[in-house]
């Protein structure tokens, strides 16, 4: 079965310096890979998904197949980049969306 | 277009009671799926459905069932509430099921006496 594991529960840095969000996954075919954000009172949505390739709000994340990884990475952390991440497999065929448990990032000022 | 909505927003029941909760998709969105999300476990998947047909379900007990309208509305309902099902019940919505970006509502709170 899939499986995503995001090993940090909270990730603490200073404003200004980079940010690298892990994640790790369990799957031998081909996923599909996203990262969903939740700021405070905000739902839950999507921040990107790596077949598009995009770099939304300075983060992006690099597919690493070999590693199994999908590490979201910014290079200057911003105090409103501070809420609880998720990264999530999708895999093809007739399986729902797996979700890591989830990183908690703060930015301190 | 307006987003993924969520009735009732906030629920206190005691143990034992049942509850129903329901989610509205965005228009034109065909496959829902529910999620329950608490501070320790994350975010841990329920069901999804599309066209009406439960296409998944995830490892929770037969008291958690769902069911999905004509309309694509869809509703989720517990039966013999117990302490442990106080969490935040999200629904999401998307066009199809597969690999489409998922778009979440605001939640419902159930809190269970």
Same mark, same amino acid.
């Given at each position: 079965?899939?499986?995503?594991?995001?090993?940090?529960?909270? !990730?603490?840095?200073?404003?200004?310096?980079?940010?690298?969000?892990?994640?790790?996954?369990?799957? +031998? /075919?081909?996923?599909?890979?996203?990262?969903?954000?939740?700021?405070?009172?905000?739902?839950?949505?999507?921040?990107?998904?790596?077949?598009?390739?995009? +770099?939304?709000?300075?983060?992006?994340?690099?597919?690493?197949? /070999?590693?199994?990884?999908?590490? $979201?990475?910014?290079?200057?952390?911003? *105090?409103?980049?501070?809420?609880?991440?998720?990264?999530? $497999? &999708?895999?093809?065929?007739?399986? =729902?969306?797996?979700?890591?448990?989830? #990183?908690?990032?703060? @930015?301190?000022? | 277009?307006? /987003?993924?909505?969520?009735?009732?927003?906030?629920?206190?029941?005691?143990?034992?009671?049942? @509850?129903?909760?329901?989610?509205?998709?965005?228009?034109?969105?065909? +496959?829902?799926?529910?999620?329950?999300?608490? =501070?320790?476990?994350?975010?841990?998947? !329920?069901?999804?459905?599309?066209? *009406?047909?439960?296409?998944?379900?995830?490892?929770?007990?037969?008291?958690?069932?769902?069911?999905?309208?004509?309309? &694509?509305?869809? *509703?989720?309902?517990?039966? #013999?509430?117990?302490?442990?099902?106080?969490?935040?019940?999200?629904?999401?919505?998307?066009? @199809?099921?597969?690999? *489409?970006?998922?778009?979440?509502?605001?939640?419902?709170? $159930?809190?269970?006496?």
């Amino acid at each position: 079965a899939q499986r995503v594991t995001q090993p940090e529960k909270l !990730l603490s840095v200073f404003k200004g310096a980079p940010v690298e969000l892990k994640c790790n996954y369990s799957y +031998s /075919g081909s996923p599909e890979l996203f990262w969903y954000v939740q700021y405070s009172r905000q739902r839950l949505q999507l921040l990107l998904r790596h077949i598009s390739r995009e +770099s939304i709000k300075g983060f992006t994340a690099d597919l690493n197949k /070999g590693e199994t990884s999908f590490h $979201l990475k910014k290079p200057f952390a911003q *105090e409103e980049d501070s809420a609880m991440y998720y990264c999530a $497999l &999708s895999a093809p065929g007739n399986t =729902p969306l797996v979700f890591g448990k989830g #990183t908690r990032l703060s @930015v301190i000022a | 277009k307006a /987003g993924v909505t969520q009735t009732p927003r906030y629920l206190i029941k005691t143990r034992g009671q049942q @509850v129903t909760l329901s989610c509205s998709p965005i228009s034109g969105h065909r +496959s829902v799926s529910w999620y329950q999300q608490t =501070p320790g476990q994350g975010l841990q998947f !329920l069901f999804e459905y599309f066209s *009406e047909t439960q296409r998944n379900k995830g490892n929770f007990p037969g008291r958690f069932s769902g069911r999905q309208f004509s309309n &694509s509305r869809s *509703e989720m309902n517990v039966s #013999t509430l117990e302490l442990g099902d106080s969490a935040l019940y999200l629904c999401a919505s998307s066009l @199809v099921p597969g690999r *489409e970006t998922q778009y979440f509502g605001p939640g419902t709170r $159930l809190l269970v006496l």
